[in-house]
């Protein structure tokens, strides 16, 4: 009995995600972080545009946040270190 409200639910959810699938996505940046580069994307729910990037030699931007307004974080994990972008 419970294993069968447990199916009953999973295939509800199931049901609902494939449902929010069907709707156009809102567009959106990406911060996007990889070998010497940092790239800001639009994103449109089915493609990426790149449309800003910033290189610098020996670096390797993994995690990265924006703060309001203007303000990225990213760190260094080739020098261990934070940068602050403006």
């Known amino acids: 009995m419970r294993f069968t409200s447990v199916i009953v639910t999973a295939a509800a959810a199931s049901a609902a995600v494939i449902g929010r699938q069907d709707t156009p996505a ?3 940046k990406v911060i996007i972080g990889s070998t010497n580069t940092i790239s800001v994307a639009d994103y449109d729910g089915k493609s990426f545009n790149i449309v800003g990037s910033n290189t610098t030699e020996g670096t390797g931007p ?9 303000l990225l974080y990213a760190v260094n994990e080739n020098a261990f270190n934070l940068r602050l972008f403006t």
């Open 26 to 28: 809102a567009s959106a």
């Open 62 to 70: 993994s995690w990265m946040a924006f703060k309001e307004p203007n």
